[in-house]
């Protein structure tokens, strides 16, 4: 059984960089036609998706993110990981990774999803 | 401003039927069939109850059933439980470009 779980700094200065991993366990991040992908949650508001990295290193992102995201992927630590550079309050939010079954273009696996405050 | 619209409440009791729409465009839900259904608890993690468009993942109960007309898709749920009170969210591709969009959310109370 697939499992993710995120991690990273829980607080963030404004425009700085936020750093986030995701780990995958019980299954290689190598294996299929999946994609790994990071989508956002303000308290209280919608889920945002963030942008997704294929085992490729391809990767896609939110057009209104695109200028400040940067997934990339550790084949060797079974990891990818986020950056969200320039951030503000706005970006304050939990941060969930999540497998994207490439078959059917769903998130099917994802983690508990960790809070990230910007603030100084 | 969500590119996928949800109303942002539906409500039902128990043993009755809610359903729950998700209204885009041809360029997303209208123009594929990847539409898929999420349920979120409160501090939980969000849990896939439907993908393209009408399909169950294995452990989903048959009371989830989705559906899709033009550019709007649908989730109903029948047979009413309490533990169906939850937030659901739809998603769709969107093309190569801007692959996945959200819907704003749309809060289920069962009365």
């Known amino acids: 059984q697939v499992q993710l779980q995120e991690s990273g700094p829980g607080l963030v200065k404004p425009s700085q960089t936020l750093s986030l991993t995701c780990s995958v366990s019980g299954g290689s991040i190598s294996s299929g036609s999946d994609y790994w992908s990071w989508i956002r949650q303000p308290a209280g508001k919608g889920l945002e998706w963030i942008g997704r990295?294929?085992?490729?290193?391809?990767?896609n992102y939110n057009p209104s993110l695109k200028s400040r995201v940067t997934i990339s992927v550790d084949t060797s630590k079974n990891q990818f990981s986020l950056k969200l550079s320039s951030v503000t309050a706005a970006d304050t939010a939990v941060y969930y990774c999540?497998?994207?079954?490439?078959?059917?273009?769903?998130?099917?696996?994802w983690g508990r999803g960790t809070k990230v405050t910007v603030s100084s | 401003q969500s590119a996928l619209t949800q109303p942002p409440s539906a409500s039902g009791s128990p043993g009755q039927s809610a359903t729950i729409s998700c209204t885009g465009t041809s360029s997303d839900v209208g123009g594929y069939s990847y539409v898929s259904w999420y349920q979120q608890h409160p501090g939980k993690a969000p849990k896939l109850m439907i993908y393209e468009v009408s399909k169950r993942p294995s452990g989903v109960p048959d009371r989830f059933s989705g559906s899709k007309s033009g550019n709007t898709a649908s989730l109903t749920v029948s047979g009413l439980q309490t533990e169906d009170e939850a937030d659901y969210y739809c998603t769709s591709y969107a093309g190569s470009n801007n692959p996945v969009v959200f819907g704003g959310g749309t809060k289920l109370t069962v009365l």
């Open positions: 990295i294929y085992t490729s290193e391809s990767t």
């Open positions: 999540a497998r994207e079954v490439g078959l059917a273009l769903a998130f099917d696996i």
